[in-house]
DNA sequence: AAAATATGCAACCGCCACTGC
DNA sequence: CGCAGTGGCGGTTGCATATTT
């Protein structure tokens, strides 16, 4: 059996995870096992969902996504599957954790740069996020159907489309 | 032009929840 | 009920590229 293979991914590897995630739907184990275990089912699981989901929307991230995503965290919490989830634009295409990740990574950065003085006072907001209660499971994952299941800690799930107004 | 530093993205990692046996 | 396998998630890390010195 060879080994696992490492690293960012080839234009072949996507093209072959795009033909069998046709075939085997959201069977990751299964697509992994047709790719020979080059990559394992996560890394498949992975590449597909924060890259060749062809709903995905690659656009760079608006102001108005921003002003929600700022929101949303502060009220949540670092829900950022459910943030994304949420976030379609008009035409269906959606954001990925990671780019909802990255994009909150590397907006708290530049803030932090711009007001070095305030890192307290953003931690102490976190912290007094009526609806956060830490990591664990404090998130909801999806079943079969598609449809949101709560793990639930989440007390209220708001609409994005509430805190964009 | 070269070196140092900053930035952004993508992959890795470990944990948790769910499911089936 | 307990366990193993699998899927899903957020946090962290590393690399490539851009910018600054």
Known sequence: MPSLKKGHWSATEDKLVLELHLRHGSDWKGIAAAMN???D???VRERYVNHL???INHDRFSIEEERALVKWNKIEGPQWAVFARRMRNGDGFRRTALQVKNF?????CRKNKRQ???PMEQQAAVDER????GRS???STQNVR????PRGRIKSLMNIRNLLN
């Open 130 to 133: 009526p609806n956060y209660e």
């Open 116 to 118: 070095k003085d305030a």
């Open 53 to 55: 989901d062809p709903s």
């Open 146 to 149: 598609g449809e949101e299941k």
């Open 37 to 39: 275990g080059a990559r």
């Open 137 to 139: 499971g404090a998130s």
């Open 104 to 108: 909150f990574h590397r907006t708290a």
């Open 41 to 43: 089912h996560k890394q």
